[in-house]
């Protein structure tokens, strides 16, 4: 019965969203034989880029990397 | 000093919220005998539906289920 | 659909979590109209006492409040 | 910069768990066109199943579906 | 190669997460020598007061302590 | 009323993690000005290194990076 966080940044359409969720779902299935995608529950989280940062610098300023 | 967090549909009213709210407050209370109300946090986290899914099928899809 | 994590501490017994883990379920269909128990996903995360602070102190330490 | 948590049944061996974050990690590309794969994270968190729950049966109960 | 997530009231100025999240990152890297700092990531979670809560109690109640 | 969760690999003392856990209570006080240590929790998730990816590459294999 696994569930799936996708902590992403915003902006994604939602035609972007159902391919990765469908792709995730099908990861899923495929590495636990037996597991049906019923039990697979994927959910996105979107994040604004100034609330994401590596290094210490936002993911929203001009040189983040 | 449990911390609860609820990951649910947007869409519901304050009051369905403090409801839910004060309902889980109590449960987690009356399971752990001694634990003051004040040690017992509740938050929500909120997502539209088309960034939840099951078996591959958004929440905003006509057929979920 | 509600997904709820409860973050606490390790120790508790299986009796204790299945208390907790019926009333929460209780609390969340009763604040949603319409939503069946099966609906309802309860998680519990444990966590060592030396790995939970509050004020820079340590849920470890004698004199954590 | 995708962060994937999935939340699990603990008992799963490397390999499976390997597969799937590969799997993961292919479907997260595949659907975010120019992510390279360096950018995707997956962290998987596992479970006993005495702390997993629907309908407020316990994962570890023999009538659990 | 730690992860950090800060559950917090929404309503902070970037200038404020900015020097929160430059500060973290710091105490991260400062606490685990050799760590350097572009393998720390700092991500914020904003929330409605009215989608947290303490000892039933929201925080966008006016007497909430 | 900041709650932070760190995601790490387990296998640090005890002596780290209360230096990190520190660090991280000051950096949030300094950034939020009239927010009392007491109300900053931090909490530890520990993982195994083959819980956790980048690349695909789980990070207790030789070649993670």
């Known amino acids: 019965m696994p569930i799936v966080f ?4 915003e902006g ?8 990765m969720i469908q792709g995730i779902t099908k ?3 495929s590495s636990l034989p037996g597991l ?3 039990h697979v529950q994927v959910i ?7 609330n994401w940062s ?6 929203s300023e001009p040189d983040f990397a």
């Open 6 to 9: 996708v902590e992403m940044w």
């Open 12 to 19: 994604r359409t939602i035609e972007q969203k159902k391919k």
């Open 27 to 29: 990861a899923v299935t």
């Open 36 to 38: 049906p995608p019923e």
């Open 44 to 50: 996105l989280r979107d994040y604004p880029k100034h």
């Open 54 to 59: 590596k290094a210490g610098k936002l993911a």
